[in-house]
């Protein structure tokens, strides 16, 4: 079952990480994404590259967004404060929502994918401990599928384009078990929407205090620096 080809979007976070694990492991040739849209937690970059490294994926691609057609808190120079210690029971799509950034992102998979040949995309989506974001929701990868294959030359002509969430209806420490057993480094990734300048994590922010619960919950010991806990 080797040679096959997939597109994994590659952030550098936790969940990108397993995911990717999960496309190698499941006989894929990975060629990643990653993106760069003037977010605030940049370091995540240089994660990707290293998990890139570390999974020996076969070519990876760096995509510059201009940060202006953005409005969140997660983007560079905003006036709008990072949520921390938010009730995470909180229904509410904070402040950390992206516009459309997984359209965006899924559709740059989807060209690339049609380029060279590759008909599954993997993306590390999770609607179980998540902040709540739109196009993190079943609904959507469902509507995207439908899309990507009547709005492409290889849809159209019989290449159908699978969208892969392997993670979608996971619990956070479920995600880390997976990826400990796959033998995912999380000491090479990044979670934290407020670092400082060093690249230590908030350990306050939804996406910190989610990684932190992932970890407890699942005994596994945390390698993230914290400069809150």
């Known amino acids: 079952m080797k040679n096959k080809t997939a597109v994994v979007l590659?952030?550098?976070?936790?969940?990108?990480?397993?995911?990717?694990?999960?496309?190698?492991?499941?006989?894929?040739?990975?060629?990643?994404?990653?993106f760069f849209y003037g977010q605030r937690h940049g370091i995540e970059i240089e994660c990707a590259k290293k998990i890139a490294s570390s999974l020996s994926v076969g070519n990876h691609v760096f995509i510059n967004i201009p940060a202006e057609i953005f409005k969140s808190a997660l983007v560079t120079g905003s006036s709008i404060d990072v949520p921390k210690n938010r009730n995470a029971v909180d229904?509410?799509?904070?402040?950390?929502?992206?516009?459309?950034?997984?359209?965006?992102?899924?559709?740059?998979?989807?060209?690339?994918?049609?380029?060279?040949?590759?008909?599954?995309?993997?993306?590390?989506?999770?609607?179980?401990?998540?902040?709540?974001?739109?196009?993190?929701?079943?609904e959507f990868f469902e509507a995207f599928s439908s899309m990507a294959n009547i709005g492409?030359?290889?849809?159209?002509?019989?290449?159908?384009?699978?969208?892969?969430t392997p993670l979608l209806f996971l619990k956070k420490s479920e995600i880390i078990l997976k990826?400990?057993?796959?033998?995912?480094?999380?000491?090479?990734?990044?979670s934290c929407y407020d670092p400082d300048g060093e690249g230590m994590?908030?350990?306050?922010?939804?996406?910190?205090?989610?990684?932190?619960?992932?970890?407890?919950?699942?005994?596994?010991?945390?390698?993230?620096?914290?400069?809150?806990?």
């Open 201 to 229: 994590s908030c350990g306050l922010c939804d996406s910190c205090l989610i990684r932190m619960k992932g970890f407890r919950d699942a005994g596994v010991p945390d390698p993230t620096r914290y400069r809150s806990r």
């Open 91 to 138: 229904n509410d799509i904070p402040a950390t929502y992206v516009p459309a950034r997984n359209i965006i992102f899924l559709s740059y998979a989807l060209a690339y994918g049609e380029s060279i040949g590759a008909r599954d995309i993997f993306i590390g989506a999770n609607a179980v401990d998540y902040s709540g974001y739109p196009d993190c929701r079943p």
């Open 10 to 34: 590659l952030s550098g976070g936790l969940d990108s990480a397993t995911t990717a694990a999960i496309a190698r492991d499941s006989g894929y040739d990975l060629h990643a994404l990653t």
């Open 179 to 190: 990826g400990t057993a796959l033998g995912v480094d999380y000491s090479l990734t990044h």
């Open 152 to 164: 492409t030359r290889a849809g159209v002509e019989g290449s159908p384009f699978s969208v892969h």
